[in-house]
């Protein structure tokens, strides 16, 4: 792969997508460039997917510090900034908790120079920080599971006696920055109480305030939003068959479904009083009672956005519209029902339910099999796969098949 280096020409790209790496950050690059726009794409892995799709104009390769990519997306932002004073951008499109971050911190450095695919700060600030976000859901008569916020391990005693167990560990941000290293944390299941314990621990000690909560086991939706100058521009909803990790991770077989009368009443209402602009993700999970239980907001481009450009909905260009100071054009009905699968997730995910059995909400074993096969027989669609753009599903596919024999072949011989 070739760099751009300082001695070539200044070049004019429509748009930047950060995160190459991301599914979500392929489907931009493709949804764009099919547009007619010139996309350019950065990360700090060579081999990210997007990089080799046929609608990637040129790709940038930020200096990765340490063996993990994510450590410094601080480092990542100041080279875009360098790339900033020797290209012309005309949208800056982020993909990721840490580059949000750490976008934030620069938006007013780069303001004049490029638009941001970013929300105000009000809104993120209380977007990104589940607390804030579930206070003023409680404020506005929605639901919020049973739980307590913890600092230390200290308090868990406390926490155990009011929601008990099985529970959820959830960090309060996604995105953890301390003496230990940047880094995305991430939610865990807790069964007894020395796993309680240990979870609680790993995180408060990279400098995360947790929530101690109420696990619920229903049936996880979601409504997204285009959402800019008070009016909403799109609106679509999906429901997840399946998540890696199974407790709630990453959709790795999910379905897009006309927006539920209450989840996407509950939704709008909430980012409506925050003012969340750009696209963001409102997530729910139906309790015992039936009723939608708000989990967390992502206020950027999720994978939900492929499914959704498959169905005709063109987030990427409606970010892009709305970041450049365009004319937003408002997405037309849509066809629901369509599927879509992550399979190097999927495969993963069935893994741990077929190694890891008998905890809460998870299916038996054969019944995780049986469930794996049959997603094999139903007509969906594949991330990263395109019959016009083949490059990035085999990009793809080498990297699972070089982090699977890394992590289970190397590392168990060792």
């Not at 940038?60 to 360098?82: I, K, L, R, T």
């Not at 790795?252 to 009443?265: C, K, N, R, Y």
Request: proline share 7%; charged share 25%.
């Amino acid at each position: 792969m070739t760099k751009r280096t300082a001695n070539k020409p200044p070049t004019m790209y429509d748009a930047l997508v950060l995160d190459a790496r991301q599914r979500q950050s392929l489907g931009a690059v493709r949804a764009l460039g099919r547009r007619g726009l010139r996309v350019a794409a950065a990360d700090t892995i060579a081999t990210a997917p997007a990089f080799s799709s046929r609608w990637c104009a040129d790709r940038f390769v930020a200096p990765q510090h340490g063996d993990d990519p994510d450590a410094d997306p601080d480092a990542n932002v100041a080279f875009v900034e360098q790339l900033l004073t020797t290209h012309r951008v005309r949208v800056v499109i982020p993909a990721a908790d840490g580059t949000i971050e750490a976008l934030r911190r620069a938006r007013e450095r780069l303001r004049p120079q490029v638009g941001l695919a970013l929300a105000n700060e009000a809104a993120l600030e209380l977007a990104v920080n589940k607390e804030k976000t579930l206070a003023v859901a409680e404020q506005l008569g929605l639901h919020v599971p049973r739980s307590v916020i913890l600092h230390g391990v200290d308090e868990l005693p406390a926490a155990l006696n009011e929601v008990g167990l099985p529970a959820v560990v959830k960090p309060m941000q996604s995105w953890a920055e301390s003496s230990h290293g940047n880094q995305r944390v991430v939610s865990g299941l807790v069964v007894s109480r020395d796993e309680a314990a240990m979870a609680v621990e790993r995180l408060t000690s990279l400098g995360a305030t947790v929530s101690f909560q109420q696990l619920l086991l229903g049936r996880r939706e979601s409504v997204s939003f285009m959402y800019a100058h008070g009016d909403v521009f799109a609106r679509f909803a999906t429901w997840v068959r399946r998540t890696e990790p199974p407790l709630g991770g990453t959709s790795v077989v999910w379905q897009l479904i006309e927006p539920p009368d209450d989840t996407s009443a509950q939704a709008e209402r909430l980012i409506r009083a925050i003012d969340l602009d750009g696209f963001s993700k409102v997530e729910f999970r139906r309790g015992a009672d039936g009723y939608p239980y708000l989990m967390e907001i992502n206020p950027r481009m999720t994978a939900d956005v492929n499914l959704a450009v498959s169905a005709g909905i063109d987030v990427p260009y409606m970010l892009y519209q709305w970041a450049s100071g365009d004319k937003i054009d408002p997405m037309t009905p849509y066809k629901s029902g369509v599927w879509m699968r992550y399979l190097g997730g999927d495969i993963r995910a069935t893994f741990d339910l077929v190694t890891k059995p008998d905890r809460p909400g998870q299916p038996r074993p054969a019944r995780a099999l049986a469930d794996f096969c049959f997603s094999c027989l139903k007509p969906m669609r594949y991330d990263y796969a395109d019959r016009h753009d083949p490059a990035p599903a085999f990009k793809a596919a080498q990297g699972f098949v070089g982090h699977t024999i890394a992590k289970y072949v190397f590392h168990t011989a060792r």
